[in-house]
């Protein structure tokens, strides 16, 4: 046939029959169920640290009594031994791995392989100083980016300036700008395996601005007479020139060469014209003095330029000049204390206050037209003198600077410094104050100031250092809990600012190591140690933010826990010792549920040792070895018995008679029993006594010989006897089948022929 039910394994008695009795013979059949198959989860799966999963469940064939699944999951997930479902939250980054899950039933096994990754979350939050105004040829500040989460790399969309790099590990910008580039937005991205995330850095690149711009000046010109093309010097490329206000008519101003060219024509009164030449990084300007006086006595001239001192009689100024002149006149107004004679031009006197230098221009008349000449006088006062500031100076980058005033004695025209201001602070020529906000940090430099008049000059020398802000916003991923012999994910420091230098206190666990220019702590950690902050400290001349990074390191958990097992042990017999095998460190060990009385269990070697003192069921103890990496677990079956009994025996074989009374048959055993059974029923007539074993009473059919099985038994075991009856007839002898036989629901067997000696009237199977 084709069993259709699964079956434990159990003893079938067959009985052979005829008229003159019996035979028997016990076969053994088990029926298990169909191995389960078509085992299958969702894969490949890509999970998150700190994201939870959704849950894997599997789908199969067939029933399923457990399952199990190797090598164990990533840290933070679970396996369900009963249902198979995969869940939980990832705390730690693990690569691909294929992880196998086993589905068992009493009929045989299937398996599946689930591939997992676990990788880190996104970065967030990039950010860099924006927007940026830099110069070729002047090397910048490193860029330092600031970003939260762990990140493998950087990139930058459009390439940067030429000069400029952006590092491709640790995100910062640095260089020296090259060629101008107009205002752009240049997107930096930080990556991991998880996503990306962006920021956009404004950068500008001007040229150097032009300067030393100067023409020839003064200059005079006569209406109708072409003139001597003005032509610029000047240092530094020049986009264009403009020029302010409008040249004398006839005059012409070349915005591309900054030419002046022409013929006048028309009397234009002195006048300063300011020229200024423009690239992308600036400008400078240049004030040019320009006269046209018509045609006139000619040659006027006077001895110029003329420095004179308050106070003291200067020599006269008498003119020379080719014609007629009929009348004089200067213009402007000669410095207090001078006179001018209108009809012979002479100019005398003793000045009596300071006065800038000034033109004064004669003009010579007569009654065709008139000519003029410009007589430069300046009347000086003493030099200035006792110039001084507040110094040295210590200034940071983007916070205004409380402004520097300068206290002199005497009179002031201009003032002047050198080298010029770091970026960001600005000069004024006119009051000497210092002001501003700057831009770029600056080393310790000594910037001359100079305050001047004509008569000359006193200095001071300034000292001015400009640092970057004092970095801020610290942070690491934190807590943290490392392994022993496990090298760790790097951690990367979150900073905003620049830095100069990182470090820790107090010193890092044995085989982690903190960059002191990155700020990056890795490495392999040695040796276990208990939770602790350490405090990461970023610090550059302006100051320091801190940060307390909390670490564990944990031992490498214990594994691969065993013992010898299963354990039948006897009561009042000393057990051999049972010590564990495991892999690696342990510094404790525990049981549950206590064990049986007369067995101790040491807790720190694991061995459990004694000699049982009472009877107790099979039970499993749980044995948990632990230290601070984790810990592993096994299962100990343990049974403690009763001494079973022995030498059971009865008097055998015994031929009976229908209708006549039995001898009755008593056991002889030794040990404590508990109570006696016997397979198969006796002959009809004959009784069983389940507590003495007795067998008793008056056969009433025939029954063939027949082999009765008596069993003994007590909590600690069995002992069974065969005993021989028969009743009158003969019995057909030497039953036997093939056996055991273990049979599979839904497959035929291959039929079980009986062997057999004798006739047989008739087969019966019990149970």
Do not use: C, H, K, R
């Amino acid at each position: 046939g084709t069993p259709t039910v699964v079956s434990a394994n159990a003893t079938y008695t067959v009985t052979a029959t005829n008229a003159g009795g019996n035979a028997t013979f016990d076969i053994e059949i088990a029926v298990n169920p169909a191995a389960p198959a078509a085992l299958s989860y969702n894969t490949p799966n890509t999970f998150i640290v700190g994201t939870a999963i959704t849950a894997l469940t599997p789908t199969v064939t067939g029933s399923v009594t457990s399952y199990s699944i190797s090598p164990a999951l990533p840290v933070g997930l679970s396996f369900n031994t009963t249902t198979g479902v995969i869940s939980g939250t990832p705390t730690t980054a693990t690569t691909q791995a294929t992880y196998t899950v086993t589905a068992i039933n009493a009929g045989g096994s299937t398996t599946f392989g689930v591939v997992i990754t676990v990788n880190m979350p996104a970065p967030g939050s990039l950010s860099y100083p924006s927007p940026n105004i830099f110069t070729v040829g002047t090397t910048i500040s490193p860029m330092f980016a600031g970003i939260n989460g762990f990140v493998i790399g950087f990139s930058v969309s459009p390439a940067l300036p030429a000069g400029l790099t952006l590092d491709p590990i640790f995100g910062f910008i640095s260089g020296t700008p090259t060629v101008v580039t107009a205002t752009a937005t240049y997107t930096v991205s930080a990556f991991n395996l998880s996503g990306t995330v962006s920021f956009g850095v404004v950068i500008t690149v001007n040229d150097v601005a032009p300067t030393s711009l100067t023409y020839t000046t003064p200059n005079v010109f006569t209406v109708g007479t072409s003139i001597t093309n003005l032509s610029p010097t000047v240092t530094g490329n020049v986009v264009s020139y403009s020029i302010s206000p409008a040249l004398p008519s006839g005059l012409s101003f070349n915005t591309a060469t900054g030419v002046i060219s022409g013929t006048p024509t028309a009397i234009t009164a002195t006048a300063t014209y300011t020229v200024t030449a423009t690239n992308s990084g600036g400008s400078t300007t240049f004030g040019i003095v320009i006269t046209v006086n018509d045609e006139a006595p000619s040659a006027l001239s006077y001895n110029t330029p003329n420095v004179f001192t308050v106070g003291t009689a200067i020599t006269s100024l008498t003119p020379t000049v080719t014609g007629d002149v009929t009348t004089y006149a200067i213009s402007p107004s000669l410095p207090a204390g001078l006179s001018f004679d209108t009809g012979t031009g002479i100019i005398s006197g003793t000045p009596t206050s300071a006065s800038a230098q000034t033109t004064y221009t004669v003009t010579a008349s007569n009654s065709g037209g008139n000519t003029t000449f410009d007589v430069v006088i300046t009347v000086n006062e003493a030099a200035p003198s006792d110039l001084t500031y507040n110094t040295p100076n210590i200034f940071t980058v983007g916070t205004a600077i409380v402004v520097l005033n300068p206290t002199v004695t005497g009179s002031v025209t201009s003032f002047s410094i050198s080298p010029a201001l770091p970026a960001g602070l600005s000069f004024n020529t006119t009051s000497g104050v210092i002001s501003g906000i700057p831009t770029t940090a600056s080393a310790t430099a000594t910037y001359t100031v100079t305050a001047q008049n004509v008569s000359g000059n006193a200095t001071f020398g300034v000292v001015i250092t400009v640092n970057m802000p004092a970095p801020g916003s610290l942070s690491y991923t934190s807590p943290n809990i490392f392994t022993v012999g496990t090298a760790i994910t790097s951690l990367f420091p979150a900073i905003v600012g620049s830095v100069d230098t990182f470090t820790v206190s107090p010193a890092l666990p044995a085989g982690l190591s903190l960059d002191p220019t990155f700020g990056i702590i890795s490495g392999t950690p040695t040796t276990a140690t208990t939770t602790a902050t350490y405090t990461i400290t970023a610090a550059n001349a302006s100051g320091s933010s801190s940060f307390g990074v909390v670490i564990t390191v944990n031992d490498q958990a214990p594994a691969t826990l065993s013992y010898t097992n299963p354990n039948v042990f006897t009561v009042g017999s000393s057990i051999t010792a049972l010590t564990p095998t495991v892999t690696g460190n342990v510094t404790s060990y525990a049981i549950s549920p206590s064990l049986p009385a007369g067995l101790s269990f040491n807790t720190t070697t694991g061995i459990i040792v004694g000699t049982p003192t009472s009877v107790t069921a099979q039970a499993t103890y749980t044995i948990t070895a632990t230290n601070s990496g984790g810990s592993t677990t096994f299962g100990l079956v343990i049974t403690v018995n009763d001494a079973a009994p022995v030498a059971l025996s009865y008097p055998t074989p015994n031929l009976f008679t229908v209708g006549t009374s039995i001898v009755p048959l008593s056991p002889i055993v030794t040990g404590n029993v508990v109570s006696y059974s016997i397979s198969p029923t006796l002959p009809a007539g004959l009784s069983f006594n389940t507590t003495t074993g007795v067998i008793s009473g008056t056969p009433t059919n025939e029954s063939a010989a027949a082999t009765y099985t008596v069993t003994a038994t007590n909590t600690g075991g069995s002992i069974t006897f065969d005993l021989t009856i028969t009743v009158n007839d003969s019995a057909p002898t030497a039953l036997s089948y093939t056996t055991p036989n273990v049979f599979t629901v839904g497959n035929a067997i291959v039929d079980l022929v009986p062997n057999i000696t004798g006739s047989v009237t008739s087969y019966s199977i019990s149970p």
